[in-house]
Structure formats: structure tokens, C-alpha cells
């Protein structure tokens, strides 16, 4: 198999993977909370067509791999109704925060054992390298773009839960049109936000390895 095509299929494996368990985050989190709209939209399993997103979980991020930039995209959004969540907004905000955290955890955990192991620094061979650095640099890209304050984006509903009346309302009538808005953001600023999420990720990285004392 051609290297390129190889790298561009770990990739894609790496990002259906990560969506996936981001996407199950929420669905079990609200599930906990009392909400059970995403278990009967069959989002409680790891059947990658109940997740992925054509644009957002595959054409984006091999766009964004194959041009060098900070990988990052999304999943299609788990359905929640937050009035059957305990405490409502706040309920709406832990759901929305568990999937950020499931690849802050995914790429912290792949982290410590390339760190330890060695093989996020090539001891054992190029491909485990290249597996173990995409796992956390995609992991921590998806986390901090899915933070960004935009409807139907994970931020958005942390803010949501914080904010005052007013900007509840600005953030409720985005909703409809937050997923073009996100689109049009990535066209029209793409170098602009690759630079920032490469600085956003470099200074998680840097927290890591403080962490570990390397």
C-alpha cells in the first residue's frame, strides 16, 4: 500500500473512532441525567453510520491532514431534549462537556504511554510514531474546535448555561444556522483558525509534558 494512502487511512480511522466516542459521551451522559432521547435514536452504539458526518467527520479532516493543518471536525449531533435533564441547562452544559473531555482524555492517555513507552518518539518504528502523535494532535484538535461558543458546537452550550438572558436569545436564534456559520468560518478564515488551533494545541502539549515531567 502507497505510505500516503496508509497515513490518510489511520487518519480516518483515528478521527471515526474519536467522533464516535465523543458522540457516545453525550448520549450517555444525558441517558444518566435522565434524558433518553439519544438511546431511542439508536445513538447509544458505536455503529460509525449512527455518527459520522460525511463533511464534518471525513472530507474535513483529510482536507485538513493532506494541506498540513491542525486536524479537526465533528459528528452528526447527538439528539438531547434538555428539559428531561436533571438541572436543565447546567444538565445541557455537563452533556455537552463530556465529549470535549472524551478526547481530552483520549489524547492525554495516548500521550502518557507514547511518552513513556517511547513511541510517540519513534522507538517503535515510524507507523506506532505517527499513530500515537495523530491520536493526540487530532484528539486535542477536535477538542478545542467543538469548544468554540457556536450553536450546534459543544461550547455553545456550556455559554448557553452561564449566560444571560440576552445572549441566550442569540445563541437559541443561531441554532439554525450555526452549522453554515461554522462552514463558512472554516472556508473563509481557515489559516487564521488553523493558527489558532495549532497554538491551542502546542500549549495543551506543553501542559503535558509539565505533567509528566519531561
Do not use: C, Q
Not at 8 to 37: C, F, K, N
Not at 80 to 109: D, S
Amino acid at each position: 500500500m502507497n505510505t500516503n494512502i496508509l497515513y490518510i487511512a489511520i487518519v480516518l480511522v483515528i478521527v471515526i473512532v474519536s467522533v464516535i466516542l465523543h458522540e457516545l459521551a453525550h448520549g450517555v451522559v444525558a441517558y444518566w441525567l435522565g434524558d433518553r432521547t439519544a438511546k431511542d435514536a439508536g445513538r447509544l452504539t458505536f455503529n460509525p453510520i449512527k455518527h459520522i458526518d460525511p463533511y464534518m467527520s471525513i472530507l474535513v479532516p483529510v482536507i485538513l491532514y493532506i494541506l498540513k493543518a491542525p486536524v479537526f471536525g465533528g459528528a452528526k449531533p447527538v439528539p438531547v431534549n434538555y428539559r428531561n435533564l436533571k438541572w436543565h441547562e447546567w444538565g445541557m452544559a455537563l452533556v455537552a462537556v463530556a465529549g470535549p473531555l472524551t478526547n481530552f482524555l483520549i489524547a492525554f492517555i495516548s500521550f502518557v504511554i507514547g511518552h513513556f513507552t517511547g513511541l510517540i518518539y519513534g522507538s517503535g518504528g515510524e507507523i506506532l510514531n505517527f499513530i500515537f502523535t495523530e491520536l493526540v494532535f487530532i484528539n486535542l484538535g477536535f477538542m478545542l474546535f467543538n469548544l468554540i461558543p457556536i450553536p450546534p458546537l459543544d461550547g455553545s452550550r456550556v455559554l448557553y448555561a452561564i449566560a444571560p438572558d440576552f445572549l441566550r436569545n442569540i445563541l437559541a436564534n443561531m441554532e439554525r444556522y450555526g452549522v453554515i456559520i461554522v462552514y463558512v468560518m472554516i472556508l473563509l478564515f481557515g489559516d487564521v483558525f488553523s493558527n489558532l488551533m495549532a497554538n491551542g494545541i502546542y500549549g495543551i502539549l506543553n501542559f503535558f509534558y509539565l505533567i509528566v515531567g519531561g
